[in-house]
T-cell receptor, first 113, second 114 residues
Framework: QKEVEQDPGPLSVPEGAIVSLNCTYSNSAFQYFMWYRQYSRKGPELLMYTYSSGNKEDGRFTAQVDKSSKYISLFIRDSQPSDSATYLCAMSVSGGGADGLTFGKGTHLIIQP | NAGVTQTPKFQVLKTGQSMTLQCAQDMNHNSMYWYRQDPGMGLRLIYYSASEGTTDKGEVPNGYNVSRLNKREFSLRLESAAPSQTSVYFC?????????????FGPGTRLLVL
């Protein structure tokens, strides 16, 4: 079993819809949880950062962490065609360093105009 | 402020050839990383450097060497390239603000080994 599981998609939704992206993980020691967005042929860019359990909201984006279920989510409200990208979840025990980040495979999201 | 830059953008090698991937950051970060990204595998850590002169192996270090030349630059070397090293390579640097560490990625180097 992989440490981090993420459905690769593609996930196709109409513009304006609410998008839900998810990851599950097996390592209970993970404490830092991130979502990265990666456009085609570009490097990943940090979108959301959460420590431990709880919710975090930033504009149209909401990140949720449920450590008891080992489950994290990213919600995108009022989705736009510019949100079309691959979304990678990432997590870490210590925040970085020699542990680096453990990434999911990424979910390819398509927002249809 | 260019962030993290990588050269070359694209490279084709024959099996057994060597090459060095270059990475530089202008954000005065201490930590730098090399990842590879493969279809169906996600991003995997190759090597990490906490500061100038120090390096540590990541998840998939075999077949690679690294050099942290100074605070700005972190290079990745393939001594004898193999087809299994065909991948997209990303360099990253990070800053820590309290307990939070944010990694910033470069645009990547696409490597094809024939």
């Amino acid at each position: 079993q992989k440490e981090v599981e993420q459905d690769p998609g593609p996930l196709s939704v109409p513009e304006g819809a609410i998008v839900s992206l998810n990851c599950t993980y097996s390592n209970s020691a993970f404490q830092y949880f991130m979502w990265y967005r990666q456009y085609s042929r570009k490097g990943p860019e940090l979108l959301m950062y959460t420590y431990s359990s709880g919710n975090k909201e930033d504009g149209r984006f909401t990140a949720q962490v449920d450590k008891s279920s080992k489950y994290i989510s990213l919600f995108i409200r009022d989705s736009q065609p510019s949100d079309s990208a691959t979304y990678l979840c990432a997590m870490s025990v210590s925040g970085g360093g020699a542990d680096g980040l453990t990434f999911g495979k990424g979910t390819h999201l398509i927002i249809q105009p | 402020n260019a962030g993290v830059t990588q050269t070359p953008k694209f490279q084709v090698l024959k099996t057994g050839q060597s090459m060095t991937l270059q990475c530089a950051q202008d954000m005065n970060h201490n930590s730098m990383y090399w990842y590879r990204q493969d279809p169906g595998m996600g991003l995997r850590l190759i090597y990490y450097s906490a500061s100038e002169g120090t390096t540590d192996k990541g998840e998939v270090p075999n077949g690679y060497n690294v050099s942290r030349l100074n605070k700005r630059e972190f290079s990745l070397r393939l001594e004898s390239a193999a087809p299994s090293q065909t991948s997209v390579y990303f360099c990253a640097s990070s800053e820590a603000v309290g307990a939070r560490e944010t990694q910033y990625f470069g645009p990547g180097t696409r490597l094809l080994v024939l």
